[in-house]
Protein backbone atom coordinates (compact mmCIF):
# COMPACT_ATOMS: atom_id res chain seq x y z
CA UNK A 1 0.00 0.00 0.00
CA UNK A 2 0.97 3.30 -1.00
CA UNK A 3 2.00 6.21 1.79
CA UNK A 4 -0.47 8.09 0.75
CA UNK A 5 -2.96 5.46 1.01
CA UNK A 6 -1.92 4.49 4.46
CA UNK A 7 -2.06 8.37 6.02
CA UNK A 8 -5.67 8.49 3.90
CA UNK A 9 -7.02 5.33 6.15
CA UNK A 10 -5.10 6.06 9.25
CA UNK A 11 -6.64 9.83 9.46
CA UNK A 12 -9.90 9.46 8.34
CA UNK A 13 -10.00 6.43 10.44
CA UNK A 14 -9.49 8.21 13.69
CA UNK A 15 -11.18 11.45 12.81
CA UNK A 16 -14.39 8.98 12.33
CA UNK A 17 -13.71 7.75 15.71
CA UNK A 18 -12.64 11.04 17.60
CA UNK A 19 -16.10 12.88 15.78
CA UNK A 20 -18.16 10.05 17.33
CA UNK A 21 -17.20 10.89 20.94
CA UNK A 22 -17.54 14.17 20.68
CA UNK A 23 -20.55 14.64 18.56
CA UNK A 24 -23.02 16.18 21.23
CA UNK A 25 -20.35 18.76 22.14
CA UNK A 26 -19.84 19.44 18.19
CA UNK A 27 -23.78 20.40 18.18
CA UNK A 28 -23.99 22.24 21.17
CA UNK A 29 -21.06 24.59 19.12
CA UNK A 30 -22.78 25.26 16.31
CA UNK A 31 -26.15 25.71 17.66
CA UNK A 32 -25.07 28.27 19.55
CA UNK A 33 -22.69 29.76 17.19
CA UNK A 34 -25.15 30.08 14.35
CA UNK A 35 -28.54 30.98 16.73
CA UNK A 36 -28.47 34.44 15.83
CA UNK A 37 -28.83 33.78 11.99
CA UNK A 38 -31.40 31.04 12.55
CA UNK A 39 -35.35 32.12 11.23
CA UNK A 40 -36.55 29.88 13.61
CA UNK A 41 -35.18 31.76 16.78
CA UNK A 42 -35.31 35.43 15.07
CA UNK A 43 -38.92 34.65 14.71
CA UNK A 44 -39.29 33.58 18.41
CA UNK A 45 -40.54 30.29 17.53
CA UNK A 46 -37.99 29.11 19.18
CA UNK A 47 -36.24 30.73 22.53
CA UNK A 48 -32.57 31.13 22.24
CA UNK A 49 -29.86 29.29 24.19
CA UNK A 50 -28.69 30.86 27.19
CA UNK A 51 -25.16 28.99 27.45
CA UNK A 52 -23.39 25.49 26.87
CA UNK A 53 -26.12 24.09 29.98
CA UNK A 54 -28.82 25.44 28.92
CA UNK A 55 -28.23 24.32 25.13
CA UNK A 56 -27.35 20.78 26.14
CA UNK A 57 -30.59 20.57 28.82
CA UNK A 58 -33.01 21.74 26.03
CA UNK A 59 -31.78 19.63 23.07
CA UNK A 60 -32.14 16.79 25.41
CA UNK A 61 -35.67 18.08 26.58
CA UNK A 62 -36.96 19.30 23.10
CA UNK A 63 -35.39 16.78 20.57
CA UNK A 64 -34.52 13.34 23.03
CA UNK A 65 -30.61 11.86 23.61
CA UNK A 66 -30.14 10.64 20.13
CA UNK A 67 -30.50 14.27 18.89
CA UNK A 68 -26.91 15.40 20.16
CA UNK A 69 -25.74 13.01 16.92
CA UNK A 70 -28.07 14.92 14.68
CA UNK A 71 -25.93 15.33 11.29
CA UNK A 72 -23.21 12.56 12.72
CA UNK A 73 -23.13 10.53 9.77
CA UNK A 74 -22.81 13.61 7.72
CA UNK A 75 -19.81 14.33 9.97
CA UNK A 76 -18.36 11.39 9.54
CA UNK A 77 -18.87 11.22 5.49
CA UNK A 78 -17.37 14.71 5.70
CA UNK A 79 -14.76 14.50 8.20
CA UNK A 80 -13.57 10.88 6.54
CA UNK A 81 -12.00 12.46 3.38
CA UNK A 82 -11.08 15.95 5.04
CA UNK A 83 -8.22 14.65 7.97
CA UNK A 84 -7.89 11.87 5.45
CA UNK A 85 -6.95 14.30 2.99
CA UNK A 86 -5.61 16.45 5.11
CA UNK A 87 -2.80 14.27 6.68
CA UNK A 88 -1.89 13.25 3.24
CA UNK A 89 -1.75 16.02 1.55
CA UNK A 90 0.30 17.85 4.21
CA UNK A 91 2.91 15.04 4.40
CA UNK A 92 2.91 15.74 0.58
CA UNK A 93 3.36 19.27 0.56
CA UNK A 94 6.17 18.55 3.11
CA UNK A 95 7.98 16.89 0.51
CA UNK A 96 7.89 19.91 -1.14
CA UNK A 97 9.72 22.38 1.36
CA UNK A 98 13.42 22.41 2.16
CA UNK A 99 14.04 19.89 5.20
CA UNK A 100 15.37 22.18 8.11
CA UNK A 101 16.13 20.63 11.48
CA UNK A 102 13.87 21.53 14.62
CA UNK A 103 17.38 21.82 16.51
CA UNK A 104 19.48 24.14 14.46
CA UNK A 105 16.69 26.36 12.21
CA UNK A 106 13.57 26.10 14.52
CA UNK A 107 11.56 28.65 12.98
CA UNK A 108 12.37 27.95 9.47
CA UNK A 109 11.22 23.88 10.32
CA UNK A 110 8.11 25.37 12.13
CA UNK A 111 7.27 27.71 8.90
CA UNK A 112 7.43 24.51 7.03
CA UNK A 113 4.72 22.74 9.33
CA UNK A 114 2.71 25.87 9.00
CA UNK A 115 2.41 26.24 5.15
CA UNK A 116 2.28 22.58 4.68
CA UNK A 117 -0.49 22.30 6.90
CA UNK A 118 -2.88 25.15 5.51
CA UNK A 119 -2.05 24.50 2.51
CA UNK A 120 -3.59 20.59 2.93
CA UNK A 121 -6.14 22.31 4.48
CA UNK A 122 -7.15 24.57 1.73
CA UNK A 123 -7.18 21.50 -0.68
CA UNK A 124 -9.22 18.89 1.41
CA UNK A 125 -11.76 21.92 1.36
CA UNK A 126 -12.32 22.50 -1.79
CA UNK A 127 -13.21 18.67 -1.98
CA UNK A 128 -15.80 18.76 0.38
CA UNK A 129 -16.95 21.97 1.00
CA UNK A 130 -20.66 20.16 0.18
CA UNK A 131 -21.31 18.32 2.95
CA UNK A 132 -19.71 20.87 5.41
CA UNK A 133 -22.21 23.07 4.35
CA UNK A 134 -24.56 20.07 5.28
CA UNK A 135 -23.12 19.15 8.42
CA UNK A 136 -23.90 22.71 9.46
CA UNK A 137 -27.56 22.86 8.06
CA UNK A 138 -28.35 19.90 9.65
CA UNK A 139 -26.90 20.38 13.81
CA UNK A 140 -28.31 24.06 13.54
CA UNK A 141 -32.03 22.77 12.89
CA UNK A 142 -33.40 23.42 16.78
CA UNK A 143 -36.72 23.02 18.24
CA UNK A 144 -39.33 19.95 18.67
CA UNK A 145 -41.80 20.42 15.52
CA UNK A 146 -40.93 19.91 11.56
CA UNK A 147 -37.44 19.25 11.09
CA UNK A 148 -36.02 22.02 7.75
CA UNK A 149 -34.28 18.94 6.23
CA UNK A 150 -34.53 15.12 6.54
CA UNK A 151 -30.97 13.85 5.54
CA UNK A 152 -28.01 14.35 3.76
CA UNK A 153 -29.70 14.13 0.56
CA UNK A 154 -32.06 16.42 1.48
CA UNK A 155 -30.45 18.98 2.35
CA UNK A 156 -28.24 18.71 -0.46
CA UNK A 157 -31.01 18.54 -2.80
CA UNK A 158 -33.54 21.98 -1.58
CA UNK A 159 -30.46 23.94 -0.92
CA UNK A 160 -29.08 23.14 -4.71
CA UNK A 161 -32.34 23.31 -6.17
CA UNK A 162 -32.39 27.03 -4.72
CA UNK A 163 -32.08 30.28 -6.41
CA UNK A 164 -28.59 29.86 -6.46
CA UNK A 165 -28.55 26.31 -7.40
CA UNK A 166 -25.35 24.39 -7.51
CA UNK A 167 -23.33 27.34 -6.24
CA UNK A 168 -25.51 27.44 -2.83
CA UNK A 169 -23.59 24.87 -1.66
CA UNK A 170 -20.36 26.44 -1.80
CA UNK A 171 -21.88 29.43 0.48
CA UNK A 172 -19.07 30.86 2.57
CA UNK A 173 -16.33 28.92 0.79
CA UNK A 174 -14.51 32.23 0.47
CA UNK A 175 -13.92 33.00 4.28
CA UNK A 176 -13.25 29.44 4.79
CA UNK A 177 -10.23 28.40 2.67
CA UNK A 178 -9.10 32.64 4.14
CA UNK A 179 -9.76 30.35 7.52
CA UNK A 180 -8.83 27.30 7.42
CA UNK A 181 -4.62 27.76 6.43
CA UNK A 182 -4.48 29.94 9.73
CA UNK A 183 -6.85 26.83 11.22
CA UNK A 184 -4.81 24.17 9.51
CA UNK A 185 -1.48 25.60 9.60
CA UNK A 186 -1.58 26.21 13.44
CA UNK A 187 -3.00 22.94 14.20
CA UNK A 188 -0.44 21.04 12.04
CA UNK A 189 2.48 23.08 12.74
CA UNK A 190 2.40 23.59 16.22
CA UNK A 191 1.73 19.86 16.66
CA UNK A 192 4.63 19.05 14.41
CA UNK A 193 6.58 21.22 15.94
CA UNK A 194 5.71 20.61 20.11
CA UNK A 195 6.09 16.68 19.17
CA UNK A 196 9.77 17.14 18.06
CA UNK A 197 10.56 18.73 21.40
CA UNK A 198 8.67 15.47 23.16
CA UNK A 199 11.07 13.54 25.62
CA UNK A 200 8.37 10.77 25.28
CA UNK A 201 7.52 10.79 21.51
CA UNK A 202 8.71 7.39 20.63
CA UNK A 203 6.94 5.74 23.91
CA UNK A 204 4.26 3.83 23.16
CA UNK A 205 2.64 3.49 27.04
CA UNK A 206 0.64 5.78 28.78
CA UNK A 207 3.35 8.63 29.10
CA UNK A 208 3.98 8.76 25.18
CA UNK A 209 0.33 8.71 24.94
CA UNK A 210 -0.72 11.28 27.61
CA UNK A 211 2.35 13.52 26.24
CA UNK A 212 1.18 13.14 22.87
CA UNK A 213 -2.23 14.73 23.81
CA UNK A 214 -1.13 17.42 25.73
CA UNK A 215 0.82 18.71 22.49
CA UNK A 216 -1.82 17.76 20.09
CA UNK A 217 -4.34 19.78 22.79
CA UNK A 218 -2.04 22.48 22.64
CA UNK A 219 -2.06 22.27 18.78
CA UNK A 220 -6.21 22.61 18.86
CA UNK A 221 -7.01 25.22 21.25
CA UNK A 222 -4.52 27.46 19.85
CA UNK A 223 -5.79 26.71 16.07
CA UNK A 224 -9.44 26.82 17.45
CA UNK A 225 -8.68 30.37 18.42
CA UNK A 226 -6.71 31.81 15.65
CA UNK A 227 -9.65 30.73 13.01
CA UNK A 228 -12.93 31.32 14.82
CA UNK A 229 -14.17 34.45 14.05
CA UNK A 230 -13.91 32.75 10.17
CA UNK A 231 -15.66 29.99 11.01
CA UNK A 232 -18.42 32.07 12.91
CA UNK A 233 -18.82 34.05 9.93
CA UNK A 234 -18.79 31.02 7.56
CA UNK A 235 -21.75 29.11 9.61
CA UNK A 236 -23.78 32.57 9.56
CA UNK A 237 -23.37 32.48 5.87
CA UNK A 238 -24.35 28.84 5.09
CA UNK A 239 -27.61 29.71 6.92
CA UNK A 240 -28.93 31.47 4.77
CA UNK A 241 -28.00 29.23 1.53
CA UNK A 242 -31.08 28.24 0.12
CA UNK A 243 -33.13 31.21 0.39
CA UNK A 244 -33.78 33.45 -1.88
CA UNK A 245 -31.38 36.67 -2.03
CA UNK A 246 -33.52 39.25 -1.36
CA UNK A 247 -34.32 37.27 2.26
CA UNK A 248 -30.20 37.44 3.06
CA UNK A 249 -29.54 38.88 6.47
CA UNK A 250 -25.82 39.34 5.21
CA UNK A 251 -25.13 40.38 1.62
CA UNK A 252 -21.10 39.18 1.40
CA UNK A 253 -18.43 37.84 3.94
CA UNK A 254 -17.32 42.02 4.73
CA UNK A 255 -21.17 42.70 5.38
CA UNK A 256 -21.50 39.34 7.70
CA UNK A 257 -18.40 40.66 9.90
CA UNK A 258 -19.35 44.45 10.14
CA UNK A 259 -23.07 43.61 11.10
CA UNK A 260 -21.76 40.81 13.36
CA UNK A 261 -19.20 43.45 14.93
CA UNK A 262 -21.51 46.22 14.72
CA UNK A 263 -24.64 44.71 16.06
CA UNK A 264 -23.22 42.21 18.53
CA UNK A 265 -19.73 43.10 19.40
CA UNK A 266 -16.47 41.26 19.02
CA UNK A 267 -17.74 38.90 21.60
CA UNK A 268 -19.71 37.95 19.50
CA UNK A 269 -17.45 36.49 16.98
CA UNK A 270 -16.44 33.95 19.74
CA UNK A 271 -19.94 32.78 20.23
CA UNK A 272 -19.55 28.97 21.13
CA UNK A 273 -15.87 28.68 21.53
CA UNK A 274 -16.60 28.00 25.15
CA UNK A 275 -17.92 24.31 23.70
CA UNK A 276 -15.57 24.53 21.18
CA UNK A 277 -12.72 24.24 23.52
CA UNK A 278 -14.30 20.93 25.08
CA UNK A 279 -14.66 19.73 21.06
CA UNK A 280 -10.88 20.10 20.67
CA UNK A 281 -10.68 16.78 22.89
CA UNK A 282 -12.11 15.31 19.58
CA UNK A 283 -9.45 17.23 17.29
CA UNK A 284 -6.73 16.72 19.88
CA UNK A 285 -7.52 12.72 19.78
CA UNK A 286 -7.05 12.33 15.91
CA UNK A 287 -3.89 13.77 16.28
CA UNK A 288 -2.84 11.60 18.91
CA UNK A 289 -4.87 8.33 17.33
CA UNK A 290 -3.05 9.09 14.03
CA UNK A 291 0.65 9.79 15.36
CA UNK A 292 0.11 6.91 17.29
CA UNK A 293 -1.05 4.54 14.23
CA UNK A 294 2.12 5.22 12.35
CA UNK A 295 3.89 5.04 15.60
CA UNK A 296 2.53 0.98 15.32
CA UNK A 297 3.30 1.21 11.40
CA UNK A 298 6.52 2.09 11.72
CA UNK A 299 7.72 -0.42 14.36
CA UNK A 300 6.01 -3.28 12.79
CA UNK A 301 8.06 -2.48 9.29
CA UNK A 302 11.26 -2.48 11.65
CA UNK A 303 10.51 -5.34 13.19
CA UNK A 304 10.07 -7.02 9.61
CA UNK A 305 13.06 -5.57 8.08
CA UNK A 306 14.84 -6.69 11.18
CA UNK A 307 13.48 -10.04 10.93
CA UNK A 308 14.43 -10.44 6.59
CA UNK A 309 18.01 -9.31 7.44
CA UNK A 310 18.45 -11.83 10.21
CA UNK A 311 17.11 -14.33 7.85
CA UNK A 312 19.82 -12.62 5.16
Do not use: H
Not at 266 to 282: H, I, Y
Amino acid sequence: MSQFMTDFLIGGTSASIAKTLTAPIERVKLVIQTQDANPKIISGEVQRYNGIINCFSRIYSEQGFAAFWRGNMTNIIRYFPTQAFNFAFKDTFKTMFPSYSPKTDFWSFFAVNMASGGLAGAGSLTIVYPLDYARTRLASDVGSGKRDFSGLGDCLKKTAQGPKGVMALYNGFGVSVVGIIPYRGTYFGVFDTLKTQNPYQKDLGFAGFFSKFACAQTAAITAGYTSYPFDTVRRRLQMQSEKPKEEWMYKSTMDCFSKIMKNEGVGAMFKGAGANVLRTVGAALVLVLYDTAQSYLKNAEDAKKAEGAKKA
